[in-house]
């Protein structure tokens, strides 16, 4: 009877997971799927950020277009009316600055500044953009 014995000896195969396994299987995973989430919430926030940048660049641009037809020399004059955007008094600089909002959520300052050099044929104008990022 010892071809009996051999036929009880043998290990019947396993069926099935261990809890442990189970449980390093699902830490594996929620590590994995936490770092995914995460990296889509980044990937929100720096798209909002680009819009608002985006806006305040467009805002800026808008400015130059508003100044466009007062660059050349025969619109300049001596007065600071809101006809004229471009007066600096000689060898000078003013700035001028007004408020901007987008979609009632965050607003922000738009400044600009003309000075006027020594060439009386020419102004150099800067425009900057500055808000503060809403919570």
């Known amino acids: 009877m010892p071809f009996l014995n051999l036929k ?3 290990k019947k195969k396993q069926c ?4 442990v396994e189970v449980i390093v299987s699902l830490l594996i ?3 994995t799927a936490a770092g995914i ?4 919430t980044a990937a929100q926030n720096y798209v ?27 619109t300049w004059t001596n007065s600071t009316s809101d006809v004229n ?8 600089s003013q700035s001028y600055s007004e408020s901007f909002s987008f979609s009632d ?7 600009y500044t003309v000075t006027n050099t020594n060439n009386t044929a020419s102004r150099n104008v800067s425009v900057t953009a500055n808000w503060t990022e809403p919570d």
């Open 37 to 40: 989430f995460a990296s889509f």
């Open 8 to 10: 009880i000896m043998k």
């Open 85 to 92: 955007l471009l007066y600096a008094p000689e060898a000078s």
């Open 16 to 19: 099935g997971f261990t809890l």
């Open 105 to 111: 959520t965050w607003s922000g300052l738009l400044n």
């Open 29 to 31: 995973l929620l590590t």
């Open 48 to 74: 909002l950020r680009s819009k608002r940048r985006l806006a305040a660049v467009n805002f800026a641009r808008q400015k130059f277009e508003e100044l466009r037809p007062y660059v050349r020399q025969d």
